[in-house]
């Protein structure tokens, strides 16, 4: 058994590193240390939190789409990964089948570490989260997630005749096993700042008992073929498990984040079919970037990676940025910290 620390005890950051990032994040900046000066992931965590925005307990952002291959686990993990250097208190939860990020920061052959699974077995987040670096801990999944789906059933053979059970059915009733995963997380809310969960690539009962914690929806699309065509699903499943969670949508709730545009032409066309969801766009347009896949199978932080451009470390930052604005709603430009 191994875990992989994105940082690692070796981590350190050049100030004019850190400078970019900070213009990046939209912040100003004025240093009073030497250029050679090398910070800790500590130091960058302190600095950074200067510009945190206070809140009771945690957000819930969910990285989801019904398709594949459309970047949503290497934009959790780069999100998780950033937000943690940035000060915030970060808990990464795979759900993931095919445990792509689990793999990322766990060698578990054995499968000593507890996953996902347990939670289903009377167990808490404070019980299954693994420590990752500090400010960073994570949930593995399990290849037998998708047992889950059985247990999730609107009822079971020996129960249909009973009348209860079809009117629950009827009335679109939610199994309370479906509740666990929310239930679990609104126990551990106040101990962390993000709460962030990776979904597998389908719309289904998994998926959606994720949802019904969710604040704050992240869609990665590719803006051509038919990944856009995910969308008309999605988004109904999210707003219906919002409303039987007793939490109200809010066009604020999702974010759709643009990710590898090829072309201009299909690029326009995209957008011209988006037209109507534009408030839910993020700025940042993700293009083409080899560094941040190459950071995720190396579980490297993009800056940390020496072959990351500087254009492609300020578009991650800014992206970063982005969410969390629209994740905490943040209003404020322009703080002043001092490096």
Not at 317 to 325: E, G, P, Q, V, W
């Amino acid at each position: 058994m191994k875990i992989y620390r994105p940082f690692g005890e070796d981590f350190r950051i050049g100030e004019i590193q850190l400078t970019i990032m900070a213009n990046a994040f939209g912040l100003r900046t004025s240093s009073t240390k030497g250029a050679n000066v090398e910070l800790t992931l500590a130091d960058c965590q302190k600095y950074f939190k200067k510009s945190m925005l206070k809140h009771k307990e945690a957000r819930v952002v969910t990285f989801a789409n019904n398709k594949g291959g459309v970047g949503k686990t290497v934009h959790a993990y780069t999100f998780a990964t950033t937000a943690c250097l940035f000060g915030y208190k970060v808990l990464l939860i795979d759900l993931d089948a095919q445990m792509n990020l689990s793999d990322i920061f766990i060698e578990d052959y054995e499968g000593e570490l507890p996953s996902i699974m347990d939670l289903y077995d009377g167990k808490n987040l404070r019980n299954i989260a693994i420590p990752i670096e500090p400010g960073l801990n994570f949930v593995k999944s399990n290849e037998e997630i998708d047992v889950l789906k059985e247990l999730f059933a609107t009822s079971a053979p020996e129960k249909t005749l009973n009348p209860l059970n079809f009117i629950r059915r009827s009335l679109g009733v939610v199994k309370d096993e479906e509740f666990i995963l929310k239930n679990k997380i609104d126990e551990v809310r106040e101990d962390f700042d993000l709460i962030i969960i990776d979904t597998n690539p389908s719309i289904d009962k998994v998926n959606r008992s994720a949802y019904f914690a969710t604040d704050h929806m992240v869609i990665p699309i590719n803006p051509h073929g038919f990944s856009l065509s995910g969308l008309p699903k999605i988004l109904p499943e999210f707003i219906s498990a919002r409303g039987k969670a007793g939490y109200p949508y809010k066009m604020g709730d999702v974010s759709i984040l643009i990710n590898n545009p090829m072309g201009s032409k299909s690029f326009d066309k995209f957008m011209n079919e988006i037209a109507e969801m534009k408030e839910l766009l993020i700025p940042e347009v993700i293009n083409f970037m080899p560094s941040l896949n190459e950071s995720f199978n190396e579980c490297l932080p993009i800056w940390s990676n020496e072959n990351t451009q500087r254009w492609e470390l300020e578009a991650v930052i800014r992206l970063t940025k982005s969410i969390l604005d629209k994740v905490f709603g943040r209003t404020e430009r322009g703080i002043e910290v001092e490096l």
